[in-house]
């Protein structure tokens, strides 16, 4: 199993650009979640989904997009970046909550 | 929405056990409490979560007390790759978020 996978690692984006995240899981996983996490800082989770074709808001969604066509993938779009988003983007999975999730390493975003 | 206080920071020598502890006063009869770890810029792990009892698993073990406002993380005999960001996590408005704090940072010294 590769696990949850995240792509790209790294990421420069200049004020206004849009781009979509990649996040996807082997695991056949129910449950799928994206947090942001700043310097020094605990995670946020900025959406979440229980299932394809059903997502929810978290505690920061401003700014960004999900959706959930299928059980392995749970792409995020930053609309119009800004840069307040500069940010480690963490994505999970789990099997049916967020206990005991599953995270990917990570993409570096810094938006200029 | 539940909310959990953690230590900024503990030191623990190698092999002895860490015990980290955590307050959650306003948590609700049904909201269980999770344990992650974060090593350096990695991904967090999860090590374990509870609700009333008390949990082991091959990683820690999680000692809730009975009135169930706090909760303590025991890493039996620690090693130098424990050291890590713990998180102590509870939900918000269901079990389906959760709050991460800051988390304590945990030193393991040789």
């Known amino acids: 199993n590769a696990g949850v996978t995240q792509t790209p690692k790294f990421q420069v984006l200049k004020t206004g650009q849009s781009m979509t995240l990649q996040c996807a899981q082997d695991?056949?996983?129910?449950?799928m979640s994206w947090y942001r996490q700043d310097p020094g800082m605990g995670l946020r989770l900025i959406h979440y989904?229980?299932?394809?074709?059903?997502?929810d808001q978290g505690e920061v969604p401003n700014g960004y997009n999900v959706s959930r066509s299928t059980t392995e993938d749970f792409p995020l779009r930053l609309l119009s970046a800004a840069p307040s988003q500069t940010s480690v983007y963490f994505c999970a999975s789990s099997y049916d909550g967020p206990y005991e999730q599953y995270f990917g390493p990570g993409t570096r975003l810094t938006v200029t | 929405d539940a909310k959990t206080t953690q230590p900024t920071s503990m030191d623990c020598a190698e092999g002895r056990a860490a015990n980290l502890p955590c307050n959650h006063s306003?948590?609700?009869?049904?909201?269980?409490v999770y344990w992650y770890r974060q090593i350096h810029s990695q991904g967090p792990q999860y090590i374990i979560h509870?609700?009333?009892?008390?949990e082991t698993n091959e990683m820690a073990s999680l000692i809730i007390t009975e009135d169930r406002k706090s909760s303590t993380l025991i890493l039996p005999h620690a090693t130098l790759r424990d050291t890590a960001v713990y998180y102590c996590i509870a939900p918000r408005r269901s079990n389906y978020q959760l709050i991460w704090g800051a988390g304590t940072k945990l030193i393991i010294k040789p």
């Open positions: 695991m056949n996983h129910e449950y």
């Open positions: 509870g609700l009333k009892n008390n």
């Open positions: 306003t948590i609700s009869g049904n909201e269980y």
């Open positions: 989904s229980v299932g394809a074709g059903i997502t």
